[in-house]
Structure formats: structure tokens, C-alpha cells
């Protein structure tokens, strides 16, 4: 048996099973259900190894007894070709059967990868906040891939030792009563005592399945802000932090490896006193001739296999285990329902979409009122400046109409329909949005730009590029559309991702446009394109701009100044220019032409 196998299972009990018998119903039913020709295929081939295992023992004690009785060697060639024969199927069977069982896991947990993958994205933005992107990468992927063992190897190992386990007590009892007995009341014994190593084991493996936890989130966090860390000086401090959670989990591995040397050893002793046994029992009855010597070998043969099964039980109730453990964070996870439920559907009118916000309050956390009754219009086609404090929450404001939270109360429409009564990707397709920090994928520039969508030819993309007035820009890219962006930013500035951002939208044509500038200051040339991009963008489109810049403004129909979460103003810019106790009128008065607004 192998150490880490058993480790790791042992390693998994750090939490306690609540995984009902109908849940792993349910999960094999589901899983397993529309794959029933393979798993029956794999119960056959594994029905066959188990009898052919069996089968093994009785022709060695055939040709011992026939070597003592008559020794004619054709009979004996006979018997040990069968024997080669037997030997060499059983393997080939057994060989089969992990193939189909391994298929059957694989195909089965694809499924439920690919099940989990699409429920998570289908999550409100608020359980992407309460989960890192490492425990989701943890529950889809390395909880999913303890499955591939649990519906697999578990019923092939559990199921054939158990029934092989059954079969061998059941002829060695036919040769012996009382060495039926005997080896009975071990494999039960043997059972308890692992059951309460299990128990004792559950502490010492929690503690180093926390500290690596910890290491990893501790990586994790490391390599995001990698910039920060380095460019801040932080470096030490995390190489500190490094040894100290290192240290831990080195220490709590020591423990458990010590732990699982114990019992390891216990489990030999156990062995070695239930061989001995065995040995001195069938020995006494050889030698009072009420057995043969082929029989004492066939007793000797089927106990080796019994206490080896009996360990791989042992080892198949840790992955069980480990299995339940997964199988209760997973669930967990399809549990959550999203808080954003798709609508049964509307009609919107065709071009730009009126946009009405009424009496809409938003917290995202109880305690915390982020929008406070909030109500405005704004018609078909106007361009609405977005401007106010950090954190005055006008990116909340957007994250409503995208539907990635709903209102507390109030309600938001758009082509005079009410948002929640939508279907969640018609909305989304009306809508381009362009946010603060535009995330990019690892792929060519046109990958990025169509979201790897092979329908979109080539001369559209370069067509939308040209009418953004963003030929200059996509000239100087050393490979056209082919060039490569990465995801940690690709080379690309702040500003010119917003450029691509335009393309995506632009390729989309919405009927409302949600723009979230980039705070950080641009050099002239970009924001020039940026701005030439973004005026094209708008053109024909109910507009809402969170506006950092000026030049931004001086293009919109009407201002909103947000601030703590309420209008504190909101008319078309010129008469707010011209009000000078507005507060629009105020900054203007602040900043100089270069200065940020916000
Ligand atoms: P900025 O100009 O800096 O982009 P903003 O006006 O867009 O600011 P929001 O991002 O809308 O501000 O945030 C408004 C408030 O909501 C802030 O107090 C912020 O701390 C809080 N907030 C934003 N996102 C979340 C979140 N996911 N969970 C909890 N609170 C949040
Ligand atoms: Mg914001």
C-alpha cells in the first residue's frame, strides 16, 4: 500500500461526514446514471477478477497435492499452465476494470466540474466577495478531483475487497471452521483498532490541513501583489511571514508522518501476530494429517490475501472519508442560491434604452447603506456625467444596472421594463459596460477583444477600430490583432485597456452604455484616442459615464454629482455650469483643466 495514498485520505479527516446515504445516492444516480452501460461493464470485468483471484490458491494447493500424490508430469504441466493461464487473466481483467473504473470516475467528475464551473458563475457578485478566487479554485478543482478516485477506485477497491474478503473467509471456513473464526474475529478487531487510530488522527490532521491552507493562501496573496510587496519594501516582512507559516506546516506534517509511522507499525504487528497464528494452527493440523500440504499452503496463500484487503479497506474508507469531506464543501457550494434570480423575460424596444432609477437603496452589508434612495430619469439616447467622491458609490450605482446586485428596495427600469423581470444575459447584452480596471485574458489581441468568439471576422474588428478612431494606436501594435496580451496586464496601460475595452463594447453594440474611467492620469496621446473612442461610443446610446476627467464632461448632456450615496445635484451641465452655488460649478472653479474630478 502506499504511504501517501493512505496519508492523504487520513489527511482529509480533518472534517467531520455529514454526507447522508442520499446524498451519495443522489451523486451517483447523477453522475453516474447516464454512464450505466460503462459501470456495469466495470462491475462484470470486476466480478471476474475477484473470482479468478480466488481461483488462484485452489489450483497451487491442486498441484501440490497432485506432486505428493502422483507425480506424473503431464498432469502436473496441466496444472501449471492453468494456473499461468489463471494468473495471467486475473491481471488482464483486473487490468480492464481499473481502465473502465477510471473512465467511469473521469467522465463522472468532468461532469460535475463542468456543473459546478457554470453554477459559480451563475453566483451573485456577492458570493464571488465572500469566497477567494482560491477556495473556489479549491472546491472546483482539487475537491472535485478527490471524486475521481471516490467514483472510481472506491466501488472497484471497496466493493472487490469486501466481496473477495467475504469469499475467502467463506472457503477458508469451508476447509477449517475454527480458521474461519479465527481470522473473523481478526478482521474485526483489526477494524476497531483502526477506527479509533481514525478518531485519534482527526486533531493532528487538522492542524496541518490548516497550516497548508494557510501557505497556500499565503502564496496566493504573494503573487497578486507582487508589485505592491516588492515596490513597497514588504519583501522582508513576507519572506518572515514565509518561514513562520512554513515552519508550521513542516512541523504539523512531522506529527502526522510520525503519527501515520505508529500506525503503520501497528498494523504490521498485527499482521505478523495474526500470520503467526495462522501458521502455528495450520502447521499442528498438517502435521496431525488432518490437512494436506496443499491445503496448508492454499490456507497460508488466502490469508496473505485477506489481511492485504483487509488494509486496502482500510485505505478505501480514508478516500471515503476524504470523499465525504468533498462532497460537503461542494455541496455547500451548489447550495447557494444566487441572491440575483433570472427574470421570466421582457421585450425592450429596439435602440437606445430609456433608463429610470426609482427610490433605489443598496447595502452590501446590512449595516451599511451604500445608495440612499436614489431616483432620476434619464431619456433614450442622453449622456448622463456620473461625478463625486471616492467611494460616493457611483460604481455601485452601475453594478445595479448590470444586475450584479439588486436594490435593497426601489426599483431600477430600463426601456421602461423593470430590471428584475428580465432574463439575466438579454439585459446583459443590451448592456457594454467599460469598468475602472478592464480585465484581460491570455490570448492575441483579437481573443481579447471578441472573448475568444471565432464568429467575429477580422475586418469587423478592424472596422470598429477605425470608427473609434483608434487607427493610430492599433498602427503602432508590432503584430495587428495578433499581438499578445496577458492577463496580469499584457503591456498595456491602464488607458490603452480601456481602449479595448471600447472595441469589445463597440463589437457588441449595446443600447446602453455603462463607462467607468480609469482613474489613473493618461498620458495626452491616449486620452486623446480614449476620448475620441469613448464620444463615438456613446453616439446613438443612452450613456452613463463615471467621469475622472474634464474633457469627459464637457461632452455630456447632464451631470449627477453623487455624494454618500445620494444625488446631491443632478441637471443638464449647463445649467449647473452657470449656478454658482452648484457644486459642479464649484469644482470647475477648483481644477484647472488637467485635474481630476473626482
Ligand atoms: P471610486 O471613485 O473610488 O471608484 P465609487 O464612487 O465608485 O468610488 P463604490 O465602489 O460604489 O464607490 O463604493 C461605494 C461604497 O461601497 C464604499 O464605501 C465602498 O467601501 C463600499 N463597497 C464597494 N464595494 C463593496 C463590496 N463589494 N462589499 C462591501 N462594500 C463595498
Ligand atoms: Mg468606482
Not at 473473523?184 to 493532528?204: D, E, K, M
Not at 463615438?536 to 455624494?563: P, Q, W, Y
Request: aromatic residues 8%.
Amino acid at each position: 500500500m502506499k504511504l501517501s495514498h493512505v496519508f492523504q485520505s487520513l489527511k482529509a479527516r480533518h472534517s467531520p461526514t455529514r454526507v447522508t446515504l442520499q446524498q451519495y445516492g443522489t451523486l451517483f444516480a447523477t453522475y453516474l446514471g447516464p454512464q450505466w452501460l460503462r459501470a456495469c461493464v466495470m462491475a462484470l470485468l470486476l466480478i471476474g477478477s475477484i473470482v479468478l483471484e480466488l481461483l488462484g490458491p485452489q489450483i497451487i494447493r491442486t498441484f501440490i497435492d497432485t506432486l505428493q500424490s502422483d507425480s506424473r508430469m503431464q498432469a502436473l504441466s496441466i496444472i501449471a499452465l492453468l494456473y499461468l493461464g489463471v494468473a495471467l487473466s486475473s491481471r488482464l481483467v483486473a487490468a480492464f476494470a481499473t481502465y473502465f473504473s477510471e473512465d467511469v470516475g473521469w467522465n463522472a467528475t468532468n461532469q460535475l466540474r463542468a456543473d459546478l464551473t457554470r453554477h459559480c458563475l451563475n453566483l451573485d457578485r456577492s458570493f464571488h466577495a465572500a469566497h477567494t478566487p482560491g477556495e473556489l479554485l479549491e472546491r472546483v478543482d482539487s475537491n472535485v478531483e478527490t471524486l475521481v478516485t471516490f467514483f472510481s477506485q472506491f466501488v472497484i477497491r471497496i466493493l472487490g475487497s469486501g466481496i473477495l474478503m467475504l469469499g475467502i473467509l467463506v472457503l477458508i471456513a469451508r476447509e477449517n471452521v475454527w480458521f474461519g473464526a479465527i481470522l473473523g474475529v481478526y478482521l474485526i478487531l483489526s477494524n476497531i483498532i483502526f477506527v479509533y487510530v481514525q478518531r485519534r488522527a482527526t486533531s493532528i490532521y487538522t492542524l496541518h490541513w490548516q497550516a497548508e491552507a494557510e501557505l497556500s493562501g499565503f502564496w496566493g496573496e504573494l503573487f497578486h501583489g507582487l508589485e505592491d510587496v516588492t515596490s513597497s519594501g514588504a519583501a522582508h516582512y513576507m519572506m518572515r511571514r514565509y518561514f513562520h507559516l512554513q515552519r508550521r506546516e513542516n512541523t504539523t506534517e512531522i506529527k502526522s508522518i510520525v503519527f501515520w509511522a505508529g500506525f503503520e507499525c501497528t498494523g504490521l504487528i498485527l499482521d505478523v501476530i495474526s500470520m503467526l497464528i495462522v501458521l502455528i494452527l495450520s502447521a499442528s493440523l498438517f502435521v496431525q494429517g488432518m490437512i494436506s500440504l496443499g491445503t496448508l499452503v492454499l490456507l497460508l496463500t488466502y490469508t496473505a490475501q485477506l489481511l492485504a484487503h483487509a488494509f486496502d479497506i482500510a485505505e478505501q474508507l480514508g478516500t471515503l472519508q476524504q470523499a465525504s469531506a468533498s462532497i460537503e464543501r461542494i455541496n455547500e457550494i451548489y447550495q447557494t442560491q444566487s441572491g440575483v434570480q433570472d427574470g421570466p423575460g421582457v421585450t425592450f424596444p429596439t435602440g437606445a434604452l430609456a433608463l429610470t432609477f426609482q427610490n433605489v437603496s443598496f447595502s452590501y452589508e446590512a449595516a451599511q447603506t451604500v445608495l440612499h434612495t436614489i431616483s432620476f430619469q434619464l431619456a433614450a439616447g442622453e449622456v448622463v456625467g456620473l461625478i463625486g467622491r471616492t467611494g460616493s458609490g457611483k460604481t455601485t450605482l452601475m453594478r445595479l444596472l448590470t444586475r450584479f446586485y439588486d436594490p435593497t428596495s426601489g426599483s431600477v427600469c430600463l426601456g421602461g421594463q423593470d430590471l428584475r423581470q428580465a432574463r439575466l444575459d438579454d439585459l446583459r447584452a443590451r448592456i457594454g459596460l467599460v469598468t475602472q480596471e478592464v480585465q484581460l485574458f491570455q490570448g492575441t489581441l483579437r481573443d481579447n477583444v471578441t472573448f475568444f468568439a471565432d464568429t467575429i471576422p477580422d475586418q469587423r474588428i478592424l472596422e470598429a477600430i477605425e470608427q473609434l478612431g483608434m487607427s493610430t494606436w492599433y498602427e503602432r501594435l508590432p503584430q495587428g490583432l495578433d499581438t499578445e496580451l496577458s492577463s496580469d496586464g499584457g503591456g498595456l496601460s491602464a488607458g490603452e485597456a480601456q481602449l479595448l475595452a471600447c472595441i469589445r463594447v463597440f463589437l457588441q453594440q449595446p443600447q446602453l452604455l455603462l463607462l467607468d474611467e480609469a482613474t489613473s492620469r493618461l498620458d495626452p496621446a491616449t486620452e486623446k484616442i480614449l476620448t475620441q473612442a469613448t464620444r463615438r461610443l456613446m453616439a446613438g446610446r443612452t450613456t452613463l459615464v463615471i467621469a475622472h476627467r474634464l474633457s469627459t464632461v464637457e461632452s455630456v448632456d447632464h451631470i449627477m454629482v453623487l455624494e454618500d450615496g445620494r444625488v446631491l445635484e443632478c441637471n443638464t451641465r449647463a445649467a449647473l455650469a452657470c449656478d454658482p452655488t452648484s457644486h459642479y460649478n464649484h469644482l470647475l472653479r477648483m481644477m484647472n483643466a488637467e485635474d481630476m474630478l473626482a
